[in-house]
């Protein structure tokens, strides 16, 4: 992709050895390229400079590839000041240089500003020697612009050099941290080498995440929220449904791995929470609050009637509205009965299962402070 626009000319270059000097001085030129425009685009944006090169020998016949390329191919051709100018061109955006349109302002300005200087000191002089005196500072100041311009281009150049150098520096710096942290031993099953976390405790974790995330869906459908040892009730045996259908599917691998089948328990996990999850969402948008949301939206569509071509333009536009309506109504209710499941259990956290039948009984039992004053007397 790269040499496609000067494949001709490449293959006139015989010489293996040749070839391979000139694919190194593509190479600099593609990582130079690479500094001001990323990796991904490095290789297009020269290639694209290949192309335009090429282009301006309308069909001429190159003598020498070599020199042609070393000379005019290759090297980059700023107009102006900015490390990112070719040919009048940002090599970033593809689009004709800021930059340059800048110093050809400048440049009138400067020829401006010279003619109108000149025009009272020159009086006295001949039509051919003002004429002179003007190209002369003009010329001065066109050089002290050029100056000006190369001491900026050499400051981008610097510039590049310096992000260069500390993009180096940080990839250094995270390749020592990565390698720091890969020796690491696992912090739950203690294996070494295994970058802070195994890959069977990450599935692990991931695994408890989607329980919870699993159960919590279930019982938000199911349970009274406001009735907290019903809800743990539920909780405790849906819990231990959902880690019997994920273990009966961590068996049913036939790989003898501890890792391999616990990311086949997380898999099965998932499956069930994305089963759960579509379930309860086709319940509640079927619900009286979807019902609402639909109604509102259905409504709102109505109101724009004008807005459509035709009966069947607007129907069709009320059902989409509904559907909208009714899926983010869904979403959002699910979202508040789970939210009500996280806040529900902290409380239930440690607290023991009372048995209040049975407490009961025995305090119907015991006489009350009074009636035993009056049994005494």
């Known amino acids: 992709m790269l040499l496609e626009p000067v494949e001709s000319l490449w293959a006139r270059i015989v010489k293996p050895g040749t070839q391979r000097w000139l694919a190194g001085l593509v190479r600099v030129e593609l990582a130079r390229v690479a500094d001001l425009v990323g990796r991904d685009r490095a290789a297009r944006v020269l290639a694209g400079r290949l192309e335009r090169r090429r282009d301006e020998l309308f069909g001429a016949l190159v003598t020498d590839p070599v020199a042609w390329m070393v000379g005019r191919g290759l090297p980059q051709r700023p107009g102006c000041w900015s490390v990112l100018c070719d040919d009048g061109r940002r090599l970033n955006t593809g689009l004709a240089c800021d930059s340059c349109e800048a110093v050809l302002g400048d440049k009138r300005e400067l020829r401006s500003g010279i003619r109108s200087e000149g025009a009272g000191e020159l009086a006295g002089l001949g039509p051919a020697e003002r004429r002179a005196e003007v190209e002369r500072r003009l010329n001065l100041g066109v050089q002290r612009q050029a100056a000006m311009d190369q001491l900026r281009r050499e400051q981008g150049v610097a510039e590049t050099a310096l992000r260069r150098e500390a993009v180096e520096r940080r990839r250094a710096e995270l390749a020592v941290q990565h390698a720091e942290k890969a020796i690491r031993p696992c912090q739950d099953c203690g294996i070494a080498d295994a970058d802070g976390l195994c890959l069977g405790c990450t599935a692990a974790r991931r695994t408890a995440e989607e329980v919870r995330r699993a159960v919590a869906v279930a019982v938000a459908m199911r349970a009274d929220l406001t009735d907290h040892r019903a809800v743990r009730e539920l909780s405790t045996r849906i819990e231990a449904d959902t880690l019997a259908s994920a273990s009966a599917a961590a068996d049913a691998v036939s790989v003898d791995d501890p890792a391999v089948r616990a990311f086949a328990r997380l898999s099965a996990v998932r499956q069930i929470c994305a089963n759960r999850t579509g ?99």
């Open 279 to 377: 379930r309860a969402l086709y319940r509640l948008e079927r619900g009286a609050v979807a019902d609402t949301a639909a109604q509102q939206a259905r409504w709102a569509t109505q109101r724009r009637a004008s807005q459509y071509a035709s009966v069947p333009e607007l129907l069709e536009a009320v059902a989409k509205a509904e559907a909208k309506a009714r899926a983010a109504a869904a979403r959002a209710l699910l979202g508040s009965l789970l939210a009500d499941v996280e806040r529900a259990r902290p409380s239930l956290a440690g607290q023991p299962l009372t048995d209040w039948a049975a407490a009961l009984s025995v305090l119907a039992d015991r006489p009350l402070a009074g009636e035993e004053h009056r049994d005494s007397t």
